[in-house]
């Protein structure tokens, strides 16, 4: 029998008996992976619903699973996580969006700085990286990813939370020492672009009360300080003590 594979299907709902997967994951899993009648499957909605079926039958072209368990919630931590973080250029914050998807962010939100160097955004291809990842994961919720957006505009939506601003100053406290990261609901983790955040931004997370974070002595490129701080927050959240 083979187990392991996560199907992503977005119409799937709970209380169901039986579902039909047909398209590429049909293929994916008979073509490619050579599945069987009656090997396990998970499958999940991207909205926190995860499902283990079997295989009950193999048709032409799609395949009838029957569901055998519903779990809420699987793979996920018990707090929200938001990545925002500053456009990167070339490849980089598609990188950071499939390892943070990996490490169990909830959303990211690509931020246009001061320091911004690349201005487009290919929300399109950041999702379908964010599906392969959460798949991979065993995830059952995908991250949303947000269009571009203006610092200042995020900042004055003021959103409830705990938002830890990455900034490499002696002034910053660690992010192992935060104990408000055990209590706060939602968590935001904040990281500048490649020319570090500007006066400007550092002095509106200042006044809007933001903690401002800490990551450790080496001086980190952007997508390695974001990867690096959702990992440390991640471990921190899924510690029992």
């Avoid at 569901?67 to 070339?90: D, F, P, S, Y």
């Avoid at 914050?93 to 490490?103: G, M, P, S």
């Avoid at 959303?107 to 690349?118: A, G, S, Y």
Wanted: charged fraction near 25%.
């Amino acid at each position: 029998m083979i187990t392991g594979e996560q199907v992503y299907l977005p119409a799937l709902q709970g209380g169901q008996s039986r579902i039909t997967i047909e398209g590429s994951e049909f293929h994916h899993l008979i073509r490619v992976r050579r599945y069987d009648v009656g090997d396990e499957i998970w499958v999940v909605n991207g909205q926190g619903l995860g499902v283990l079926t079997c295989i009950e039958s193999i048709e032409q072209e799609s395949l009838v699973l029957k569901i055998n368990q519903e779990v809420l919630e699987r793979g996920e931590m018990a707090r929200k996580i938001t990545l925002v973080v500053a456009n990167l250029k070339g490849d980089h914050l598609e990188l950071v969006t499939e390892k943070a998807t990996e490490l169990g962010v909830q959303e990211i939100v690509p931020l246009l700085t001061d320091h911004t160097i690349k201005k487009g955004l290919n929300r399109d291809r950041l999702e379908r990286i964010a599906i392969a990842a959460m798949k991979q994961s065993r995830r059952s919720r995908l991250p949303i990813i947000r269009n571009l957006t203006p610092f200042h505009s995020f900042v004055q939506q003021q959103l409830q939370g705990i938002h830890l601003f990455c900034y490499a100053d002696d002034s910053s406290q660690s992010i192992l020492e935060i104990d408000k990261i055990h209590v706060s609901e939602e968590i935001f983790i904040w990281i500048g672009p490649e020319g570090d955040w500007s006066k400007d931004e550092i002095d509106l997370a200042s006044f809007s009360n933001y903690t401002f974070t800490g990551l450790g002595p080496r001086r980190l490129r952007a997508e390695t300080a974001a990867i690096h701080a959702v990992g440390i927050l991640s471990a921190i959240l899924q510690d029992p003590s």
